[in-house]
């Protein structure tokens, strides 16, 4: 299992983590796929999370989510968002009980390009320590 602040963006699924669900937003629909954002986090980092599908009804805030095979890259909307992909998969492990911190957001971060390794990425700097899309409560 990966910590979310020890995941960069990457072309191919590999993530294997555990999450709460925190905040989840509407549900949208792009093309012919229903989507939806959601902001979860674990004891190291926080992260945003798309949801396909059926995936947007099956999960709610205080859900303890397994992923398997997860990838952390761009959307449509050019939004860094992990997912499960078309070869990835979510499922409910428990809820309400999971230690967790929201920040630092690592969609938040701009990622340049590794100078040493061409497909690998490093972090450039941080836009917001918090998601913008889930601001943190006053």
């Excluded at 959307?75 to 630092?104: D, H, I, Q």
Aim: aromatic share 8%; glycine share 6%; with cysteine.
């Amino acid at each position: 299992m990966v910590c979310l602040k020890d995941i960069v963006p990457a072309a191919e699924n590999n993530i294997n983590t555990r999450f709460i669900v925190l905040d989840k937003g509407r549900t949208k629909l792009e093309g012919q796929n229903r989507t939806c954002l959601a902001l979860v986090a674990d004891e190291t980092a926080s992260v945003h999370f798309q949801f396909w599908g059926d995936e947007c009804d099956a999960f709610e805030p205080g859900d303890i989510v397994r992923l398997t095979n997860g990838i952390f890259s761009y959307n449509r909307n050019n939004s860094l968002v992990l997912r499960a992909g078309k070869r990835g998969s979510v499922e409910k492990v428990g809820e309400f009980t999971m230690v967790f911190v929201e920040t630092p957001n690592m969609s938040e971060i701009t990622w340049i390009p590794d100078p040493d390794r061409s497909n690998k990425y490093v972090q450039d700097s941080v836009v917001s320590p918090h998601s913008r899309i889930f601001p943190p409560l006053p």
